[in-house]
């Protein structure tokens, strides 16, 4: 299945992130962040998000977020 990440859907849908972030009861800021993947989306939201934009769930393509004590594992060798 082929999938496009969670701000191309947006754009897909041709909404603003202001407009998109306050149908989705999120700051654009946050919203801007989970679009970049310094931010994981909770599942209400990305439900919510994929509704809004019309695609599956499924077709949303989120970013790795490194938040985890475990970062390292995704980081190369020569960063850590």
Do not use: W
Not at 43 to 49: E, I, T
Not at 51 to 72: A, F, H, S, T
């Amino acid at each position: 299945m082929i999938q496009i990440s969670l701000k191309a859907a947006r754009v897909n849908a041709n909404l603003e992130q202001e407009s998109a972030a306050e149908k989705l009861c999120v700051t654009a800021k946050t919203l801007s962040n989970y679009e970049r993947g310094i931010t994981a989306i909770p599942g209400h939201v990305l439900k919510k998000a994929a509704k809004l934009y019309n695609i599956p769930e499924e077709m949303i393509r989120l970013p790795i977020v490194n938040d985890g004590e475990y970062d390292d594992f995704f980081l190369p060798s020569s960063a850590v």
